[in-house]
């Protein structure tokens, strides 16, 4: 069980009620009945339609005094029945005020009326005809009016405060949306991150992918979690009809979505936690624009805990989970990289890229870009130097897939073996060549690397760099060795990205180039591994890198959530719980997640010093860009925090 604010969450819900048209006591018993439902989902914070209490579409009946008085007294018996439900309700309903008549979100907790937003922008065109029943809200008068017995705010600059959580609410109503500025893009900039919107919004051809686009793109540039409900189908269809459209959105992506299902509240948890760190992150989003005299509303949500969250965190959060969206993204990163190399080249005035290829994946990956250069500027593939550098760990597999790679795009593809020159090495600062320790490691890297700075100097070229993202994430490379380079392609791809890319090249060559495709498919199946160490006597590799520091998924999916969602070790265990759910236990995590904290601080020494590359997504760890952090930083806080999780989940800290 867990409680959901303490991870940041709200679990909001949009309702769509059946409806009888000017029978508010149906009306509030259907909503009701809703609530009751839903409530042991947990549910904090439900918006139902606008002018549920009466129906959207009572057109003139809305001048009658009987069916406004019916409508405040049913609210009222409503408001009273659901005070026991720790829930912010809000329900839409015309309200009498400054001898006016204002369509209206009513919003209310625990019995207690938290305020009334009158609507703003008043839609008078094609179907639409409300100006002859409603005042927008520029006509309001009063600061305060009385509702079903309370005195309460009445404005639509109204924010409610939840004084437990983050949680500040907003309200947009329907037309508001639609504005060149809707309110609340100002009710964001002044606090609020969850905007209900109460809506009714009526179906014809190709308007619900509008309506999608239009809440995703607000949720989006008020950073914000946006809930969304319209009348659904019992309303009049005497000239429209309406389809009930529910969406639930979070920063752009719509997390949940109805149409067409009446009776029925789509509920998601919104991850306020996010949210408040992407705003306080990003100095362009807080501002007072205007001078507005907003009014907060503070309430406390005292929710019981809950079996688990609603949403699944994705287990591979930088890899799209369908093939096709996969190969969008993919082009596109492909692109990004070509691009940032070919302006390196053309703006250096050089045209030879030195490249050591090891037949893993990541130097694949960096050859495949170098080749796309040399196609956008239509010149030989002998500007690319390819270098294998056999050591005393590569084995017949890397080495043969390096070479066939080498040969089969026509680089000019070079064989230098670093045996020799290591071995001498060794000799030259003492260290005995049967010690496989980190000097016996680090020594080979190095010696590549000098190889492929010296060749760059004789040719006149630029040694292209193979690290990707997940390595410079856990400093998993030699400093001053595959560490450098003087133009890094891969610097922002992670390691679970870089495979779907290879793959990705190798589906568009298949047909044409089968000889390199399978060649890209073998590599796409080796063991990750930088065979600096000997084979074993059937020669095969032995030195695996997930088996030393861990799996690439985890650390990936850590680093994902730690840099761009900025959570604590709590939060990332209790998601990689749920995302990897019958793949690693909490133990398992928490071991790889202590060595992921433990290395992300003590290497960035290494990230301090990198060289260019493009950034391809929205993480990236260049110290001139994204990641500014000092080096001698201490992890012991989140190593504090994640031994005490091994206490809490009753697991042993080995």
Same mark, same amino acid.
């Given at each position: ?10 679990? /909001? ?25 839903? @409530? ?25 005094? &009987? ?8 609210? &009222? ?70 509702? +079903? ?14 004084? /437990? ?10 037309? #508001? $949306? ?64 309406? &389809? ?27 991850? $306020? ?8 992150? !990003?100095?362009?989003? !807080?501002?007072?624009?205007? @001078?507005? #005299? ?18 699944? *965190? ?12 996969? #190969? ?45 250069? +040399? ?24 080495? =043969? ?37 980190? =000097? ?12 492929? !700075? ?17 390595? $410079?994430?856990?400093?998993?490379? =030699? ?8 133009? *890094? ?16 090249? *190798? ?11 399978? /060649?890209?498919?073998?590599? +796409? ?28 998924? $985890? ?6 959530? !730690? ?49 260019? &590359? ?41």
């Amino acid at each position: 069980m867990l409680k959901l604010k303490e991870y940041g969450f709200v679990r /909001a819900g949009a309702a769509c009620p059946r409806l009888k048209i000017g029978h508010p006591a149906y009306n509030t018993v259907k909503m009701q009945e809703l609530l009751e439902e839903k @409530k042991a989902l947990g549910l904090q914070v439900v918006v139902f339609p606008e002018l549920a209490v009466t129906g959207y579409t009572c057109a003139d009946l809305f001048h009658q005094t &009987g069916l406004l008085l019916e409508a405040e007294k049913e609210l &009222g018996i409503m408001i009273e029945s659901t005070s026991r439900l720790d829930m912010v309700i809000a329900v839409g309903m015309p309200v009498r005020a400054d001898n006016q008549l204002f369509n209206c979100a009513v919003v209310f907790n625990r019995g207690r009326i938290l305020g009334v937003v009158p609507k703003t922008f008043i839609p008078n065109y094609s179907e639409f005809y409300e100006y002859r029943w409603f005042a927008s809200s520029v006509r309001r008068i009063s600061k305060t009016i009385v509702l +079903c017995g309370q005195e309460v705010p009445f404005s639509e600059n109204l924010l409610f405060r939840d004084t /437990a959580s983050e949680l500040c609410i907003g309200v947009d109503i329907c037309e #508001d $949306l639609w504005a060149p500025i809707p309110p609340s893009s100002y009710h964001a900039l002044y606090g609020a991150n969850l905007i209900l919107n109460l809506s009714a919004s009526n179906d014809i051809v190709q308007k619900a992918e509008y309506r999608q686009s239009v809440v995703s793109q607000q949720s989006a540039r008020c950073v914000a979690g946006y809930v969304y409900t319209s009348a659904g189908e019992s309303e009049s269809t005497t000239d429209v009809v309406f &389809g009930g459209h529910g969406m639930i959105a979070e920063n752009g992506a719509v997390l949940a979505e109805q149409r067409f299902q009446e009776n029925e509240c789509i509920i998601q948890d919104i991850d $306020l936690g996010r949210l408040m760190n992407d705003r306080r992150k !990003m100095n362009s989003f !807080m501002g007072k624009a205007d @001078k507005i #005299d907003y009014q907060i509303v503070d309430f406390t949500l005292q929710q019981d805990a809950v079996p688990k969250l609603l949403r699944k *965190a994705p287990a591979h959060p930088f890899v799209p989970k369908s093939k096709e969206a996969r #190969d969008i993204r993919c082009r596109e990163i492909f692109k990004i990289q070509s691009t940032g190399l070919k302006q390196r080249l053309l703006k250096s005035g050089v045209s030879k890229m030195v490249v050591g290829i090891s037949g893993g994946l990541d130097s694949t990956l960096a050859l495949l870009v170098c080749v796309d250069v +040399c196609e956008q500027l239509g010149i030989s593939m002998k500007n690319i130097i390819t270098v294998t550098m056999p050591g005393f760990g590569t084995s017949d597999r890397t080495y =043969t897939n390096a070479t066939v790679l080498m040969k089969e795009l026509g680089t000019d593809a070079r064989e230098i073996s670093i045996k020799a020159a290591c071995l001498q090495h060794f000799q030259d600062i003492g260290h005995d060549e049967n010690q496989h320790d980190v =000097t016996y490691e680090n020594s080979q890297a190095r010696e590549r690397t000098q190889i492929l !700075m010296d060749i760059a100097n004789k040719e006149g070229g630029l040694v292209i760099g193979t690290g990707d993202l997940s390595e $410079l994430a856990l400093g998993w490379s =030699t400093y001053n060795g595959d560490h450098m380079s003087m133009y *890094a392609v891969n610097c922002s791809i992670p390691k679970t990205l870089v495979k779907y890319l290879v793959e990705w090249y *190798a589906d568009k060559s298949r047909a044409h180039r089968p000889t390199i495709a399978r /060649a890209l498919y073998d590599v +796409c199946d080796t063991p990750v591994s930088p065979e600096l160490l000997p084979l074993s006597q059937e020669g095969k590799i032995q030195q695996k890198t997930e088996d030393i520091i861990g799996k690439y998924e $985890l650390h990936d999916f850590f680093l994902y959530n !730690m840099v761009r969602c900025g959570y604590p070790p709590a939060k990332i265990l209790l998601l990689a719980e749920d995302a990897f759910e019958g793949k690693y236990d909490s133990q398992t995590i928490l071991k790889w997640m202590e060595i992921f904290f433990r290395r992300f601080f003590t290497q960035q020494f290494k990230r301090s010093c990198l060289p260019d &590359g493009p950034k391809v997504g929205s993480i990236a760890l260049s110290p001139r860009g994204d990641w500014r952090m000092p080096s001698d930083a201490s992890y012991e806080a989140w190593l504090s925090e994640v031994k005490a999780l091994y206490e809490e989940r009753g697991v042993c800290n080995e």
